[in-house]
C-alpha cells in the first residue's frame, strides 16, 4: 500500500536551516539521502519532491462556475506543506516508522498518510454504470 509522508515546516525552522554552516547543511542532506537511498533499495521509494516557498502559491477554487487563481495559501497555521515522500509499505505502522527517520520530525511535523486505490475507487465508481449499459 502507498503511504504519503508529507513533511511540514514553520518560519522559524526555514531560519534555523539558513543559520546552518554549509557544512551542516550538507551533512543535514546527506543524512536524508541515506534514508532516500536506503528506501530505494528495499524498492519501497516511489517519489518525493520538496516544495518551493508557500508564498509562491496559487489557490484555485471555482465560483458560479468561473475558476478563480488567487495568491495563497491563507491557512491558519503557521506550518506549510514543504514536501513530501510517496513511499510503499506493509502497513501504516511501518510507514510511520520510515517517517520517523527523517529529520524533518526534530523541526517541523510530519504527517502520514494513506493513499486511496484511486483505480479501485473507479471500478467501484464506474463499475456499476458499465454492467448496466452492458444490459
Known amino acids: 500500500m502507498k503511504y504519503l509522508i508529507q513533511i511540514y515546516s514553520n518560519p522559524e525552522s526555514r531560519a534555523m536551516w539558513d ?4 557544512e551542516q547543511q550538507a551533512e543535514g542532506y546527506a543524512y536524508y539521502q541515506a534514508i ?3 528506501l530505494v533499495s528495499s524498492g519501497e521509494y516511489v517519489a518525493a519532491e520538496a516544495l ?3 508564498s509562491l ?3 484555485v477554487t471555482q465560483t458560479d462556475g468561473s475558476a478563480v487563481a488567487s495568491d495563497g495559501p491563507f491557512a491558519e497555521t503557521k506550518e506549510l506543506l514543504a514536501g513530501f ?3 510503499e509499505a ?3 505502522d511501518e510507514a510511520v516508522r520510515i517517517a520517523t527517520e527523517f529529520p524533518w520530525t526534530r523541526t517541523g511535523c ?4 494513506p493513499v486511496e486505490d484511486f483505480a479501485a475507487v473507479r471500478a467501484r465508481v464506474f463499475a456499476p ?3 448496466a449499459t452492458r444490459s
Do not use: C, Q
Open 19 to 22: 543559520t546552518f554552516t554549509p
Open 36 to 38: 532516500s537511498d536506503e
Open 52 to 54: 518551493a516557498d508557500a
Open 57 to 59: 502559491a496559487k489557490r
Open 85 to 87: 515522500n510517496l513511499i
Open 90 to 92: 506493509a502497513n501504516l
Open 110 to 113: 510530519i504527517e502520514v498518510r
Open 129 to 131: 454504470e458499465a454492467s
